[in-house]
């Protein structure tokens, strides 16, 4: 390791109009067949970096400092020279693996042309192609190579990027969050993959990730950065023994590698009837299809926390929807404290609806973008009739001081709130129509990770104040380990596990949900370290 | 595959039908005697002989309800007959046809030198990159869409061949005749190619996988040609029909301008002297001529977009 | 805050609602000025002609020249504003309201409502607008309010896809159905949170369409289907001119500039709301 193979030095990169630089005062080396993990939330810079190193900076960009790459400048260098390095010097992987191939290319043409712009004749690139695709892990590739992106899954779109990337034996490969658009089990194969290819080949990798859990793994070292600064850098034993940085401590706090390590404290046993029974609900969209939801039975107790877990399309949205009255049910029965929901009738449902109330996933899309704060929060209580017209101004400001917002941004709109402030406003309106179940439809997913931890404090809170009952729904078995009294697992349509969580956790009743352990990110970490480090938190 | 295409079949008819009934009920079913405008423009108003105007009526298939003149005209129609113009009393589809060529020579002329133009501005626009030139090939479809076409070929006339006594100003005698018609014709069409693809254009580079082919080292021209205009050109084919349509349209004011024969000068003369059975002739025409396209570019969208091809939309 | 750098690697056009606009603005105020008050822009009559001073050329007292008869140009453009503007404004509130109405129902109950907007509107595309007018005005006989009810049934098929397109995409919206979730109705949840979101871009359409219109008012005018003779509609205006485009230059051309200036106006208009539509999603 004696001269790096990337220097950067007091690197920074500023918009025109923008109030703040996306990346300032930025050192960084990487070492030849280094494996290195930058993480932060989103705005940190780290997509920055990764576009500067790639010379993939939009025009209006304007950057200053040193890049070094194998000792040569890169900073000085114009689009023309850019053009041939690209892919040659640095291979890039990009974010969202469905929209990042050209739609009307086939497969085939687009992996050599990443070998014919640079010179290599086509007599050559063909069968390089197939091996390529190979290597990366992709089963029949002679058929793929006509074959047009729509008609392959994310994960094999991936995994064409991927050799895209490596087709000229770049020294270095950067890949800007490769997995973040994918299921779990999906992003292991291809992190391993891609790890795998890298350390056989010898090159360099810069993985970009917001999840801290995939860093520890994977990297030789991890960089922390935030609003474009690099806060602090060092080898995964170095951070999770000893952070030196507040945010990282936050980090690590929030990640659902901790919260992993939180047990909950059973709620005493109750005798009651059940508030919610859900009985062999079935949900078929079209006759010869597949159920989206097959046979599924489970109870909720009051005041009590149940996760439903299950990857995209597994059908457990599906069942929330039904639940909520949202989407019919083709058979089964849905009943809440005594009352048949499904087939009830026009006033019924009005009455259900203000006992059951729903906080989505995207708090953004959730709220009408043209209302104020008083608008949406006391729109529930204008539809259900609750307290005098006068009184609800009173009523928000208590709702909103309640999730933890201050009053005077009563009269704000949802574009000039944070993601997290959002996602209190949501929980603010639902919390107004008094309810006592909760349906939380990944409730955290949009958030970052440091916001996640304080929504679900807040959301920890409220259940031990109001008595609620919380229906959370997630795709991370991380992340409902620490908070939720029963675990719902499922997949395709069926539950395939079900249980007090600790149960589900030791012993899994599925080969499914013991995969979904195993893909779990983290999982290197030795449970030992894990341990000591859940003591010291 | 099969079905699919029968469907497609099928709306198309539906369309022409519609279009036809639509025409009717705007023609026929509006107050507004068509025979006692003819019989007013004979010379005596006021004075009609009961007899004439039977037989006029029945001369001209205006006799019955509405419904008989409808389900007339409807069966006439199915067997290729327009009706009668109610001027000349001759065959609505052979005025028509003696019209046709004429205007599909200035309309193919005007094609020659709107698809080059429209697509030359797009792409210029997207790829000079010197700031007033730039803005100029952004801006000028914009001002070219806001000038009245007729206008348009009044100044050309005006300049080219009062002034500049380069080119015939009036009438239909060779090629030399056709191009300032063609040129007044064109520039609208221009100008909508070069918008439509222009906005085409931007999106499509906006997309990621245009960000992953510049990573991959793929220049800027390459990108252009190989990726972004095949994508961008996707939305441009559904724009053909509305083009070909916009094409016929302008005949009606360029004809009008140029002193030109052809369908265009038919129309305005038919609507001029309310002539409804040529008006119709000729909405029907140019509903046909819009039909007829959309199946056409129907069979060319699978050869440029493969999600097409496979009939799964994503 | 920049999430994605590196996707946009074209210069931003970022939308700054500047110059053009606010010169558009104000040049459409001074137009319904024009339309609605022609006095306050000159004292001459329009319809005098005064046979001394036949195709003068442009000069001090005539701004843009005199006719063959010796009406001053400018007077006749200036009330022929009132005649052509109008007859716009006619148009485009016909086919607001129609539009607005066919699409809206189609989009908001679907179903069979849906298939025959679907099939008028394909009719309406199929047959190109100004032959569509034509054969409008055929039906109802010649004159300044022909046109303008000719040219706006003919674009009713614009706005009815927009609308329902809006009601459609706003209708989806996960805040809409979240309002359904707190308990709000169906009728108050489209005057709540469906329509306020469509008014935006249909407003901005009609912007728009004025522009269209007023070269579909004027090309039906200039055809000879408009008002008869001495009135001094825009087109006809035009038209009259052909007669005299070698000794007259200007009689074609300034009116001319005028129809194209007031189109450029509002077209930009257009383009700066639709701009500012698309600045809230």
């Not at chain 2, 105007?53 to 389900?71: F, T």
């Not at chain 3, 159905?177 to 359409?205: D, F, I, K, M």
Request: aromatic share 6%; glycine share 8%.
């Amino acid at each position: 390791m004696s001269t790096p193979l990337v220097r950067i030095r007091q690197f920074g990169v500023e918009y025109p109009g923008a109030a703040q630089a996306a990346v300032q005062g930025l050192d960084l080396d990487i070492a030849a067949g280094e494996i290195v993990c930058l993480v932060g939330e989103s705005g940190s810079g780290k997509s920055t970096t990764a576009a500067a190193l790639a010379g993939l900076l939009p025009e209006a960009a304007q950057q200053h400092g040193q890049l070094w790459f194998k000792g040569q400048a890169l900073d000085s260098l114009d689009e023309r020279a850019w053009r041939q390095r690209r892919g040659r010097l640095v291979g890039f992987v990009p974010q969202d693996p469905g929209t990042s191939l050209d739609p009307v290319k086939t497969i085939g043409a687009q992996v050599v042309e990443a070998m014919t712009v640079h010179g290599m004749p086509l007599a050559q690139a063909r069968p390089r192609a197939l091996e390529l695709l190979r290597d990366v892990g992709l089963k029949a590739p002679e058929t793929l190579l006509a074959r047009y992106p729509h008609q392959l899954s994310g994960g094999m779109c991936q995994r064409v990027l991927i050799a895209i990337a490596l087709a000229n034996d770049p020294p270095l490969l950067i890949a800007d969050e490769p997995t973040s658009a994918l299921d779990v089990s999906v992003q292991r194969q291809i992190l391993d993959r891609l790890q795998q290819l890298v350390r056989e080949r010898g090159s360099s990798l810069l993985l970009i990730t917001h999840d801290l859990a995939v860093a520890l793994d994977r990297a030789d070292r991890i960089l922390v950065m935030r609003h474009g600064r690099l806060l602090e850098s060092g080898t995964p034993a170095q951070l999770w023994h000893a952070p030196a940085h507040p945010y990282t401590r936050q980090l690590l706090q929030a990640s659902p590698l901790a919260r992993l390590q939180q047990r909950r404290v059973a709620p005493a046993l109750s005798r009651e009837l059940p508030l919610l029974q859900v009985t062999s609900l079935n949900r078929r969209f079209d006759k010869r299809g597949a159920a989206a939801v097959d046979g599924v039975s489970f109870s909720l107790q009051r005041g009590t926390t149940t996760s439903l877990v299950g990857e995209s399309g597994s059908g457990k949205s599906t069942t929330a929807r039904i639940i909520l009255a949202l989407e019919r049910a083709s058979s089964g029965s849905v009943r809440f404290d005594g009352l048949e929901v499904l087939g009830a009738g026009r006033r019924q449902l009005h009455g259900y609806r203000r006992r059951v109330q729903l906080v989505y996933q995207n708090p953004y899309a959730a709220l009408d973008p043209r209302q104020d704060l008083l608008a949406i929060v006391s729109e529930p209580l204008r539809a259900f009739g609750i307290g005098q017209r006068r009184d609800h101004r009173a009523r928000v400001l208590a709702l909103l001081e309640r999730v933890g917002l201050p009053g005077d941004l009563l009269h704000r709109r949802p574009a000039q709130l944070s993601g997290g402030q959002r996602q209190r406003v949501a929980i603010a309106r639902a919390l107004a129509a008094e309810p006592e179940l909760l349906v939380l439809d990944e409730p955290l997913s949009a958030l970052d990770a440091p916001v996640q931890a304080q929504v679900l404090d807040l959301l920890q809170r409220l259940q031990e104040k109001l008595g609620l009952t919380y229906l959370f729904i997630s795709h991370d078995l991380a992340t409902v380990r620490g908070i939720s009294d029963q675990v719902l697992v499922m997949s395709q349509g069926r539950l395939v596990d079900q249980g007090p969580t600790e149960e589900v956790f030791g012993r899994p009743g599925s080969d499914y949900t013991r995969r979904l352990l195993e893909d779990m990110p983290g999982r290197l970490v030795p449970e030992a370290e894990v341990q000591t480090r859940a003591v010291n938190l | 595959m099969h079905t699919s295409a029968f469907w497609r079949l099928a709306q198309a008819l539906l369309v022409l039908w519609a279009a036809f009934s639509l025409s009717f009920a705007i023609l026929y079913a509006l107050p507004g005697d068509p025979v006692g405008i003819l019989l007013a423009q004979g010379g005596e108003p006021g004075t009609a002989d009961p007899a004439q105007v039977a037989e006029l009526r029945a001369r001209y298939h205006l006799d019955g309800s509405l419904w008989q003149q409808y389900g007339g005209a409807l069966w006439r129609l199915l067997h290729l007959d327009l009706g009668v113009s109610l001027q000349t009393g001759k065959p609505v589809a052979a005025a028509l046809a003696a019209a046709l060529p004429a205007t599909l020579a200035l309309a193919f002329a005007a094609l020659l030198i709107a698809v080059p133009l429209g697509i030359g501005v797009a792409l210029a626009a997207h790829q000079v990159r010197r700031r007033p030139l730039q803005a100029a090939l952004h801006n000028a479809p914009a001002l070219v869409v806001s000038l009245p076409t007729f206008w348009v070929g009044l100044l050309l006339l005006q300049l080219f061949s009062f002034r500049l006594h380069w080119l015939p100003a009036m009438g239909d005698h060779g090629l030399a005749s056709l191009v300032l018609p063609a040129v007044t014709l064109a520039l609208p069409c221009a100008a909508m190619i070069a918008q439509v693809l222009g906005r085409s254009i931007a999106s499509v580079s906006q997309q990621p996988f245009v960000q992953a082919l510049r990573s991959k080292g793929v220049g800027r021209w390459s990108l252009l040609w190989r990726h972004i205009l095949h994508n961008a050109s996707i939305p441009l084919l559904s724009l053909t029909g509305t083009l070909l349509g916009n094409l016929l349209a302008g005949a009606v004011v360029t004809e009008t301008v140029f002193s030109r024969d052809g369908v265009g000068r038919l129309a305005q003369a038919a609507v001029a002297s309310q002539d409804i059975a040529v008006v119709q002739g000729v909405v029907l025409l140019a509903a046909a001529l819009y039909v007829l396209t959309n199946l056409l570019t129907d069979l060319l969208y699978p050869l440029l977009d493969p999600r097409i091809r496979q009939g799964s939309r994503p | 805050m920049i999430l994605h750098p590196a996707i946009s690697s074209l210069p931003a056009w970022r939308y700054r609602p500047g110059l053009p606009v606010a010169l558009s603005l104000v040049l459409f105020v001074l137009l319904l000025g024009l339309a609605f008050f022609p006095g306050l822009f000159t004292s001459l009559d329009p319809l005098l002609a005064d046979p001394t001073q036949t195709l003068r050329a442009p000069s001090a007292q005539h701004w843009f020249g005199t006719d063959h008869l010796g009406r001053d140009l400018y007077a006749r453009c200036v009330y022929g504003a009132a005649l052509s503007l109008q007859a716009t404004a006619i148009a485009v509130v016909i086919a607001l309201l129609a539009g607005t109405l066919l699409g809206g129902i189609a989009g908001w109950f679907g179903g069979a409502a849906d298939r025959v907007l679907a099939v008028l509107v394909e009719v309406l595309m199929a047959i190109p607008a100004l032959l569509l007018a034509m054969a409008i005005v055929t039906a109802l006989g010649f004159g300044t309010l022909e046109i303008a009810i000719a040219v706006g049934l003919s674009s009713v098929a614009v706005f009815a896809r927009l609308a329902r397109g809006e009601v459609l995409r706003w209708r989806s919206r996960v805040f809409v159905e979240a309002a359904q979730v707190v308990g709000v109705g169906s009728w108050t949840n489209l005057c709540r949170h469906v329509l306020p979101h469509a008014a935006g871009p249909l407003l901005a359409l009609a912007a728009l369409e004025f522009a269209s219109a007023v070269l579909a008012v004027s090309a039906l005018s200039f055809l000879g289907f408009g008002a008869p003779p001495p009135q001094p509609e825009w087109g006809l205006l035009i038209a009259e001119g052909r007669n005299y485009m070698v000794a007259a230059w200007w009689y074609t051309t300034l009116p001319g500039l005028v129809v194209a200036g007031v189109v450029l106006a509002t077209q930009q208009l257009g383009r700066g709301l639709q701009r500012l539509q698309g600045e809230h999603p």
